[in-house]
C-alpha cells in the first residue's frame, strides 16, 4: 500500500531509508503527494552543509566524494550524497562506474547515496535536485554532497548556491583555462588539483593559485579559496580538503555571510521553480483557442508582432497592468526590457 504524504514524512524524520527512497522517487515524478511531504518537512531542513562538487569530466569529483564520506563518517558524521547527470536518463543507480565506487559506501546506513538523471526533469531537474537536497536536510544528514557530472550550465545551476562550492581539476590538458571559459572560476570556494600523483600537479596548482590571485573584486575581508593537491585514489589531501570546507563554513557564520547564502539559495531556488511554472502557464495559454491559437493566428497574418502577442499572454497570465500589482510589475519588466531594446538599436 502507498504511504500517505504524512506516513512518508513521519518515517522519514525516524530516520527510514525507504521512505526517503521513496520520496525521491515520487519528487522525480513530479507526484502531487510529494508537494505535501515537502511542505511538511521544510521546517526540518537547514542544518545540513551543502557541498557542491564539479569541474572537469574524469577529473576524479566522485572518487573525491567517496573518500570524503569515507573521512566524515570516521568522524561519525552523516553523509548524502547526491550526483547529478543530465545527460543520463537513469535515475536511482545512474552510472555503473559510480554505483561500483560508492558500493562500499552504500552499505553503511550513515550514507545515503541518490544518483539524479533526466529522468528526474519532469519539474525541472534543478528544482528535483533542490528538493532532494532538502529531503536529505530534513532526513538529518550532516553534510550532503551534490556531485555533478560535467560542467554545463545545468551542472553550474544546482551547485552554484551550496554553502561550498568545490571544483575539481586535474594537471595537464589546460583544464584551468577551460574552466576559467565555464565561468567556474567565480563559483569556487575550494579549488582541488585531483591526480596529483601525475607528472605536472604543483605546475597546475600553481597556474590555478595564479589565476586566482588576479580575480577581481577581491578584498581583505573576503574569501580567498584555497588550492589543494588531492590524490582520491589514496585519499592523500583528503584530511585537507575537509580542513578547508570546515574553514569555509567558519568563515561564513563569523563573516555573517551564511545568511547571505541562505537567502540567495533560496531566492535561487524559489526563480527555478517560478521558471518551469510560468513557462508551463505560457505553453499552456499557447495552447488555448482564445488566447494563444488567435494571436498566433493574427500574427501570421501579419497583424501583431510577436512582442506585442507576447505582452498579450503576459496580461492575460498576470493581469492588466492596472488591476493588480503582480500584472503591473510583470508589464514593467516586459516594458523596461522592451525599450532597452530599442535603445540598443
Ligand atoms: N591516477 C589517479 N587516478 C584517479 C585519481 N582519482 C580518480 N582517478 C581515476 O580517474 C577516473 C575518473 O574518476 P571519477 O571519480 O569517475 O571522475 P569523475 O570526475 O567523477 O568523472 P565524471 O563524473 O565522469 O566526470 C577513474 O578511473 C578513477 O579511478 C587520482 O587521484 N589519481
Ligand atoms: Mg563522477
Known amino acids: ?6 506516513d512518508l514524512y513521519r518515517k522519514l524524520l525516524e530516520g527510514d531509508r525507504r521512505a526517503a527512497a521513496r520520496l525521491i522517487t515520487m519528487v522525480e515524478n513530479a507526484d502531487p503527494q510529494a508537494r505535501q511531504a515537502l511542505e511538511m518537512l521544510h521546517r526540518h531542513s537547514g542544518g545540513g552543509h551543502i557541498v557542491g562538487m564539479t569541474g572537469s569530466p574524469g577529473s576524479g569529483k566522485s572518487t573525491l566524494t567517496c573518500r ?3 573521512h566524515y563518517r570516521d568522524e561519525d558524521r552523516t553523509v548524502g550524497i547526491i550526483c547529478v547527470d543530465p ?4 535515475t536511482g543507480g545512474a552510472l555503473l562506474g ?11 546506513p550513515g550514507v545515503f547515496i541518490r544518483s539524479m ?22 532526513f538529518g544528514k550532516d553534510v550532503i554532497i551534490v556531485e555533478t557530472v560535467g560542467a554545463g550550465q545545468v551542472e553550474i545551476e544546482v551547485v552554484k548556491y551550496a554553502h561550498t562550492c568545490i571544483v575539481v581539476t586535474m594537471p595537464g590538458g589546460g583544464d584551468e583555462i577551460q574552466a576559467i571559459k565555464a565561468g567556474i572560476l567565480e563559483i569556487g570556494d575550494i579549488f582541488v588539483v585531483n591526480k596529483s600523483d601525475r607528472d605536472g600537479a604543483p605546475r597546475a596548482v600553481a597556474d590555478l593559485e595564479m589565476m586566482l590571485e588576479t580575480k577581481p573584486g577581491i578584498d ?4 580567498k579559496p584555497p588550492v589543494i593537491s588531492t590524490v582520491a585514489l589514496s585519499g592523500e589531501g583528503v584530511g585537507e580538503l575537509a580542513d578547508a570546507i570546515a574553514a569555509h563554513r567558519a568563515f561564513l557564520v563569523q563573516s555573517g555571510l551564511m545568511e547571505e547564502k541562505t537567502v540567495q539559495r533560496m531566492k535561487a531556488e524559489l526563480l527555478e521553480i517560478l521558471k518551469v511554472r510560468v513557462s508551463r502557464a505560457a505553453e499552456n495559454a499557447l495552447d488555448e483557442d482564445e488566447v494563444g491559437a488567435g494571436l498566433i493566428g493574427r500574427m501570421s497574418a501579419r497583424e501583431i508582432d510577436p512582442h506585442s502577442a507576447a505582452d498579450e499572454i503576459v496580461e492575460y497570465l498576470f493581469g492588466a ?3 493588480n500589482p503582480g500584472g503591473h510589475q510583470a508589464a514593467q519588466v516586459w516594458k523596461a526590457d522592451n525599450s532597452q531594446g530599442r535603445d540598443n538599436e
Open 117 to 138: 538523471g533526466s529522468r528526474g526533469a519532469l519539474g525541472g531537474l534543478s528544482v528535483a535536485t533542490n528538493d532532494v537536497i532538502n529531503i536529505l536536510d530534513a
Open 68 to 70: 570524503l564520506a569515507r
Open 1 to 6: 500500500m502507498k504511504d500517505s504524504p504524512n
Open 98 to 108: 559510480d554505483r561500483v565506487r560508492m558500493q562500499e559506501l552504500s552499505g553503511d
Open 321 to 323: 497592468p492596472d488591476s
Open 87 to 90: 545527460s543520463s536518463p537513469f
Open 220 to 223: 581583505e575581508e573576503a574569501w
